[in-house]
């Protein structure tokens, strides 16, 4: 009786699930994963396609191409650890992923393209962690966080990096002996005329630089300090290296007597030197180099956690849709009313100050705008031009950009100088920004401001931060740039009265005129 109880109970015990459905649902739980990642390019695809457009079109950035293939071939180096990792979804993700969306939402609002970038290339790592779980990202962590490398960002430091470049070319010359007259951006030495220009800033140095710096550090050290302290290094010696690139050319050029590293040549050698500075610092990194040793999927999971059900794995990437799919669908929302808008019109600014020819043939180097001004008056005893730049959410160029600039480059006028000041208007205090401005027919000041919405900022972060507000009240982030200048001679100090004094006068005026063209 014994016996035939013991049979019934061995026939009845669940018999084990075959090999091929073990294999089929961990394929399925790997696909999962694998559409989670590849969600934010079929919902985001414009974002990513304004990243591959900068890629395109600047040379500054044009290594985001291969970040993406080394960030999977550096996860598929690691196929044998994520195959016996557990996935096992981590839904604390999906706020994160909701945050993210809001804050491309905000950049989409602000017309911020590095924070809708940013937002996309966060999502990708997001929404594995999400659907794989934490065992799963901590083992490609890098290669995770390494995407965020194709995002172009850094346009913002050029300007500091001219500065220093500049400081430290003028520097290094002086003490060679070398007598230097230095204006802004500009010197001067005994055989000729230098300028610090954008490509002579050392931004793409700096990128490459650091970007080689972390992928290296990544594939030869083990420890977290020495990578910390190898991608510091990697960020901070291009900066210098720039510099020293700099007084080399200028250096060349001098003893050749201005036949040498004056064109494209000192481009060439720029790279050289570059070059050789990453080859001598990887050289120098080799020696404190770590073997890789295998590593156990215990140091990412305890032992004997097993994955979740493929039915759940699919479950948590339809949350991943869910909570980046509403942002593109809000902002069509949002810009449906704004495929054809009604054209701007400054017509209706007239000044009462009498109209004169202009002393300058400089215009701002602004994207085409909606409506524009450019006009110059009579002011007492002196002459005061007047741009205005007017733009309409509709269309490609916007107010607040990058490549919005006084002046751009291979044009006879350089900004020297630049500063925010307050003046008071009317009673009222006018934040604007104070640029000096030296071309081939004389120096001016310019006082430049953002009008949006009725409010006034010299501040490009409080003038994004008014269009948000803006276009999330009214559905629309229209504004204008306002420049207002004057000539001088030898002290910026001397034009300002006749700034005030035409503000004082006819600002009422401009203001009326770009009120006319708010839409409510």
């Known amino acids: ?32 994963v694998g559409a989670a990642a590849l969600l934010p390019f079929v919902l985001y695809f414009g974002t990513a396609a304004s990243i591959a457009a900068i890629w395109e079109r600047s040379a500054t950035f044009a290594h985001g191409y291969v970040i993406l293939p080394i960030s999977i071939w550096l996860i598929w180096q690691r196929r044998a650890v994520l195959a016996q990792l557990p996935v096992r979804p981590f839904l604390p993700a999906l706020a994160a992923l909701a945050l993210c969306g809001a804050a491309w939402m905000l950049g989409l609002l602000g017309d911020v393209a590095i924070v809708r970038q940013y937002a996309f290339a966060a999502m990708i790592p997001l929404a594995v962690l999400a659907v794989a779980g934490i065992a799963v990202v901590r083992a490609i962590a890098f290669p995770l966080a390494f995407i965020l490398f194709g995002v ?10 001219i500065q220093i470049t500049a400081s430290f070319t003028v520097d290094a010359l002086r003490a060679t002996g070398i007598p230097v007259l230095r204006e802004g951006n500009n010197f001067s030495i005994p055989t000729g005329d230098w300028s610090v220009v954008e490509a002579c800033s050392g931004l793409r140095y700096l990128i490459s630089s ?3 710096g972390c992928l290296y550090a990544y594939l030869t050290y083990r420890s977290t300090w020495r990578r910390l302290v190898f991608a510091l290094v990697a960020l901070a010696l ?5 510099g020293l690139r700099a007084y080399m050319i200028v250096m060349i050029g001098h003893t050749s007597g201005m036949t040498m590293a004056v064109g494209v040549d000192h481009l060439i050698y720029g790279w050289v030197f570059f070059g050789v500075v990453m080859l001598l610092l990887f050289w120098v990194g080799s020696f404190w180099r770590e073997d ?14 097993r994955s979740a059900s493929a039915a759940r794995v699919a479950a948590a990437a339809c949350g991943v849709a869910a909570c980046i799919g509403v942002w593109p669908a809000y902002g069509w929302y949002l810009d449906r009313g704004n495929a054809a808008p009604v054209p701007a ?25 909606s409506a524009s001004v450019d006009k110059y008056y009579d002011v007492g005893a002196a002459t005061v031009g007047v741009a205005v730049r007017y733009y309409r959410d509709g269309g490609p160029e916007r107010l607040i950009s990058s490549t919005n600039r006084l002046t751009a480059a291979h044009t006879p006028w350089h900004e020297t100088s630049s500063a925010v000041r307050a003046e008071r208007i009317h009673g009222n205090t006018l934040q604007v920004r104070e640029s000096t401005v030296t071309g081939a027919d004389g120096r001016f000041v310019v006082w430049q401001w953002y009008w949006i919405g009725g409010a006034t900022t010299a501040s490009n972060y409080v ?18 740039s306002v420049m207002v200048f004057a000539p001088y001679d030898e002290d910026p100090a001397t034009a300002r009265p006749a700034l005030r004094a035409f503000l004082q006068s006819e600002l009422g005026a401009l203001d009326a005129a770009l009120a006319a063209n708010r839409r409510q």
């Open 210 to 212: 650091f970007t080689l």
């Open 463 to 480: 003038g994004k931060a008014l269009q948000v507000k803006q276009k999330f009240m009214t559905g629309s982030d229209d504004g204008a």
């Open 345 to 369: 019109n400054l017509a209706s600014y007239q000044a009462k100050a009498p109209v004169t020819p202009p002393f300058t043939a400089w215009t701002p180097a602004y994207a085409p705008a």
């Open 1 to 32: 009786m014994n016996t035939l109880t013991s049979a019934v109970a061995v026939d009845s015990a669940p018999a084990p699930a075959p090999a091929r459905d073990v294999q089929g649902a961990g394929k399925a739980r790997w696909l999962a």
């Open 238 to 242: 291009p900066v210098l290296a720039n």
């Open 152 to 161: 172009p960002v850094g346009e913002g430091l050029i300007d500091p990096l």
């Open 292 to 305: 890789r040793k295998a590593e156990p999927s215990a140091r990412y999971a305890p032992p004997g956690t």
